[in-house]
């Protein structure tokens, strides 16, 4: 059972946790650099039913930081990962925006690539059920394999209430290199938030690569990963904080990630 603090102004809360946020932010920018690399996804965000107002401009900014299974290349070695969007509203439904992914290894950082994307969402209540898809394609470099051109189809299916958001990702990706050169991955994610105020809440978030559709890669051989999130508003801007650990053998360690999406009118 879920119960709400009552004896807790919630102007109160939202200031103290803007506060440690803000602290949180500038000490997870401050320590990125000094971060060695060994990456596989460069985006860990599950999409929900916002996107882009008509004629307006955004720019997400998201990176996640990890310790690589002991059983991969990396040998338990640390990860970092980040890609910046730039976003434009089309209309109400409509947007497209171009990403930069980056990657850093022994300390050198290299771009990994240029995507492009189209995101639909279908007109919807504030609360009640919403859908889309998001459609990606580009040239991306990913550390340890060779540059490849990658598509990425990403249904998105969600339902929310005054407290709850729920949201289900069943991505597929097809990548034109690799051992998995022209195969139809699957790549599902979700996420269950709970608002705990008009601007705050808290959730779990689920990531997976979980191999070819068809012969799907059984569950210790998967690259998991199980977050903790905080999400909240800083002015017009969303910031996403998750803390997490990798779910089986095969999957990453201890994880960090954030999404700030800066809002432009």
């Not at 998201?62 to 970092?80: E, L, P, Q, Y």
Request: net charge negative.
């Amino acid at each position: 059972m879920h119960h709400r603090v009552s004896s807790i102004s919630p102007t109160i809360l939202e200031a103290a946790l803007s506060n440690r946020i803000k602290t949180l932010l500038l000490t997870l920018l401050l320590l990125l650099p000094a971060l060695r690399a060994h990456a596989d996804n460069t985006e860990l965000d599950v999409y929900r039913g916002e996107i882009a107002d008509e004629g307006e401009s955004n720019i997400d900014f998201a990176a996640n930081i990890a310790k690589t299974s002991r059983h991969s290349d990396g040998r338990g070695a640390s990860v970092f990962q980040a890609v910046t969007e730039y976003s434009y509203g089309l209309d109400d439904s409509w947007e497209v925006g171009l990403k930069l992914p980056v990657y850093a290894m022994g300390g050198a950082w290299k771009a990994g690539g240029l995507l492009s994307e189209i995101k639909y969402v279908a007109p919807h209540e504030k609360y009640g059920w919403y859908w889309g898809a998001e459609f990606e394609i580009g040239y991306e470099s990913i550390v340890g394999e060779d540059e490849q051109w990658t598509l990425e189809t990403v249904p998105i299916i969600g339902w929310r209430n005054r407290f709850w958001d729920i949201s289900l990702n069943p991505g597929v990706t097809i990548t034109s290199g690799g051992e998995q050169r022209g195969t139809v991955i699957f790549e599902p994610a979700g996420k269950i938030a709970y608002a705990t105020g008009d601007k705050c809440a808290v959730g779990i978030e689920y990531f997976s690569e979980a191999g070819p559709i068809g012969h799907l890669l059984p569950a210790r051989e998967r690259n998991d990963l199980l977050f903790l999130t905080l999400d909240t508003r800083i002015g017009k801007s969303a910031v996403n904080i998750g803390l997490g650990h990798g779910v089986g053998a095969a999957s990453p360690g201890l994880a960090l990630k954030t999404v700030i999406d800066l809002e432009f009118d």
